[in-house]
């Protein structure tokens, strides 16, 4: 039979690789990429679709720092019972936390999803392209 500790421990482990392995969607906005010169050049992007692109961000704005807020307290909670050793809250707890994140990882995609429709297929290929070419480049930079 496995210990408490132990087992709180786990639970801790899984909590805490999920928050490291799942990408954190309000932290996810790499940058305006819409208000750009640089690419809105290279999309092509209409003063019009700039302006929408910018109001569908800033229409997600407040429900996703609401919703982080929310993660926030429920992994700090998480953290508290954990070291409390509290084995049946703490497990509670793991459904609040992994509801929290799912909450704001659903309006991070709406909002990207939402944002999408704003682009021709041939911008939204050509900007995966730069925003991959940025990634490789800053994950170039943090290595060396």
């Known amino acids: 039979m496995i210990s408490t500790h132990t087992a709180l421990g786990r639970c801790a482990v899984f909590v805490l690789l999920a928050a490291l392995l799942l990408p954190a969607p309000a932290a996810a906005q790499r940058f305006k990429w819409w208000q750009a010169d640089k690419i809105q050049n290279e999309l092509g992007l209409t003063k019009e679709q700039s302006t929408r692109l910018e109001e569908i961000f800033q229409s997600y704005l407040p429900a996703l720092r609401k919703q982080k807020e929310a993660l926030d307290v429920a ?14 809250a703490t497990i509670a707890q793991v459904d609040v936390v992994e509801q929290a994140r799912a909450a704001l990882n659903k309006s991070r995609s709406l909002q990207l999803v939402h944002m999408r ?19 490789d480049e800053r994950d170039r930079s943090h290595t060396r």
């Open 75 to 88: 992994e700090a909670d998480f953290n508290k019972l954990v070291s409390k050793g509290d084995y049946a």
């Open 117 to 135: 429709r704003v682009l021709t297929a041939d911008q939204h290929a050509k900007l995966t392209a730069i925003l991959r070419q940025r990634d």
